[in-house]
């Protein structure tokens, strides 16, 4: 049965930092599009960033350039979203999704078929 579970969430202050991890199992990522989104309360759920099947196209909101990375690690069989430079904004569960054979582009929610529970991240003073 193909899982993914997200990890890595928590309370951070301002200009902290987290890493969300993506693990999969029941299907190997190497073939998959993967996806970090979030949804903050009373707001749709938006693209963080997408890496593509191949790993080597990666895409960001612009909310996030410069201060996010998304990476795979195909051996673990995990996708990874460091995030810098947090700020209260940021604030929102974050969940990861995959898609078979995709692409980075478009990193929109209607792309992705699977996806995990989600992880909750508060970035607060």
């Known amino acids: 049965q193909l899982q993914l579970v997200e990890s890595g969430g928590g309370l951070v202050q301002p200009g902290g930092s987290l890493r969300l991890s993506c693990a999969a199992s029941?299907?190997?990522?190497?073939?998959?599009?993967i996806g970090w989104f979030r949804q903050a309360p009373g707001k749709e759920r938006e693209g963080v960033s997408c890496i593509g099947s191949s790993g080597g196209s990666t895409n960001y909101a612009n909310s996030v350039k410069g201060r996010f990375t998304i990476s795979r690690d195909n051996a673990k069989n995990t996708v990874y979203l460091q995030m810098n430079s947090l700020k209260p904004e940021d604030t929102a569960v974050y969940y990861c999704?995959?898609?078979?054979?995709?692409?980075?582009?478009?990193?929109?929610?209607?792309?992705?078929?699977?996806w995990g529970q989600g992880t909750q991240v508060t970035v607060s003073s």
């Open positions: 999704a995959a898609e078979p054979l995709g692409s980075s582009i478009p990193c929109r929610p209607k792309e992705y078929d699977y």
């Open positions: 029941g299907f190997t990522l190497d073939y998959y599009a």
